[in-house]
């Protein structure tokens, strides 16, 4: 049974740093893309960043382009999210996925079929 979970979340000022990790478990996870999306209240659940398993690739939604990094430790099965210079729209509950979504739609979130239960991030001005 595969399963995601997040860690990291919490409430800090803007202009602070946060690290999200995943975690994930039940299955190798070759050839899958990790991703992270987020969802703030009333909106629909966004991409910010996704990276391919063997780290090869990353991508990255613009508006968190310079200030988030993702990144994955394959020892640990763990994908972290730094994430720099938070802005009080970052406000969101920060989800991790994992599936193998062709790399031209990795910011869809039909494409991934394995969700974790999401972590709170709040961003204070």
């Known amino acids: 049974q595969v399963q995601l979970v997040e860690s990291g979340g919490g409430l800090v000022q803007a202009g602070a740093s946060l690290r999200l990790s995943c975690v994930a478990s039940?299955?190798?996870?070759?050839?899958?893309?990790m991703a992270w999306f987020r969802q703030a209240p009333g909106k629909e659940r966004e991409f910010v960043a996704a990276i391919t398993w063997d780290g090869g690739r990353t991508f990255y939604e613009d508006s968190v382009k310079g200030r988030f990094t993702i990144s994955g430790d394959n020892a640990k099965n763990t994908v972290y999210l730094q994430m720099n210079s938070l802005k009080p729209e970052d406000t969101a509950v920060y989800y991790c996925a994992a599936d193998i979504p062709d790399h031209t739609v990795v910011h869809r979130t039909s494409e991934y079929y394995y969700w974790g239960q999401g972590t709170q991030v709040t961003v204070s001005s």
């Open positions: 039940g299955r190798t996870f070759n050839d899958y893309v």
